[in-house]
């Protein structure tokens, strides 16, 4: 799966199926996070996020889990359809502000992404 | 509602030469901030501003400048382009500066630089 800061993985799934796409974290001060999909020649587009003090969140077709004992988010995908294809990135916002130009101050760390490849 | 707005799309320009991304957003969003994109590297902080009249410098701030007049542009410089600012370059919004909030992107611009 994906880490913020490793090398960019695949995942290869069949139409209809479920889909889950991994991403550690490595700042434990993080209490918010984001997913993002972006597909060829676009921006990326946000898709769901969570705060530290949930464990799940839903959306359409898609649920974001955190794990914060292992540092660990993922993200599912229902019923995954061609449509889905694109790069999926994690993102994290490093804690709280430290202040006025503090350097976690709105920043967010994003991972590399992972790619998903969904077939007909 | 267009969200947030980035022109051009594609450029090429030569070493030295100098020149303005421009970034838009019309959602009364109090924080901007311009990304680049690199292959393998992720998504880099370049410059952002938590209002008009506040910028800051990101992970990347070397050979960029930045000012925000107004709520609703940002506009990024490169003041002498070097071929290491080849890259992909993205303008983000969001509400304001708290950092829990979703970060809303445009659809970049594909720099060259030879």
């Known amino acids: 799966g994906e880490s913020v800061g490793l090398h960019l993985p695949t995942l290869s799934v069949q139409e209809g199926d479920n889909s889950i796409i991994n991403c550690a974290y490595s700042n434990s001060a993080s209490d918010y996070f984001i997913w993002y999909k972006q597909e060829s020649g676009k921006g990326p587009q946000f898709i769901i996020d969570i705060r530290s003090n949930m464990d799940k969140r839903q959306g359409q077709r898609v649920t974001v889990l955190l794990n914060k004992t292992v540092k660990h988010l993922s993200l599912q995908i229902a019923a995954t359809q061609p449509g889905d294809s694109a790069v999926y990135f994690c993102a994290e916002n490093g804690g709280p502000p430290t202040g006025a130009g503090g350097t976690s101050y709105g920043k967010l760390t994003f991972g590399q992404g992972t790619i998903l490849t969904v077939h007909p | 509602n267009a969200g947030v707005t980035q022109t051009p799309k594609f450029q090429v320009l030569k070493t030295g030469q100098s020149m303005t991304l421009q970034c838009a957003q019309d959602m009364n969003h109090e924080y901007m901030s311009w990304y680049r994109q690199d292959p393998g590297m992720g998504l880099r902080l370049i410059h952002y501003s938590v209002g008009a009249g506040i910028t800051d410098q990101g992970e990347v701030p070397n050979g960029y400048n930045v000012s925000r007049s107004t709520t609703e542009d940002f506009p990024l410089r490169l003041l002498s382009a070097a071929p290491s600012q080849t890259s992909v370059y993205f303008c983000?919004?969001?509400?304001?500066?708290?950092?829990?909030?979703?970060?809303?992107f445009g659809d970049g611009t594909r720099l060259s630089i030879l």
């Open positions: 983000a919004s969001r509400v304001s500066g708290i950092s829990n909030q979703p970060q809303h």
